[in-house]
């Protein structure tokens, strides 16, 4: 069955980095765009980034020159370098595929990983 499990979030001090790794299951990555997402309490989800499969990128301006996505489809993996991170950053961040283009919407994302939690704090 189609599965996406997020991995290496955790406690930051401001400043600091974390890579975040979305492990794909089930389906064939080739074919298929990644979105990162995050949902900080009490807010929507809002789309990070994304890498389609044609490798093309865009990421949302607030984490633009801080954040990096790349994707392995060999490993089946997705990946999402955070840099130089602010308490705004402070979220839980969930993978997500869609068959197609990237976008910004996430209805149109039909599987979702479960998250995982990332806190920027000192």
């Known amino acids: 069955q189609v599965q996406l499990v997020e991995s290496g979030g955790g406690l930051v001090q401001p400043g600091g980095s974390l890579r975040l790794s979305c492990a794909a299951s089930?389906?064939?990555?080739?074919?298929?765009?990644i979105g990162w997402f995050r949902q900080a309490p009490g807010k929507e989800r809002e789309g990070v980034s994304c890498i389609n499969r044609h490798g093309s990128i865009t990421y949302v301006d607030s984490v633009k020159g801080r954040f990096s996505i790349s994707r392995d489809n060999v490993k089946n993996m997705v990946y999402l370098q955070m840099n130089s991170l602010k308490p705004e950053d402070t979220a839980v961040y969930y993978c997500a595929r869609r068959y197609g283009y990237c976008s910004g919407f996430t209805n149109n994302y039909d599987y979702w990983g479960q998250g995982t939690q990332v806190t920027v704090s000192s």
């Open positions: 089930g389906f064939t990555l080739d074919n298929y765009s």
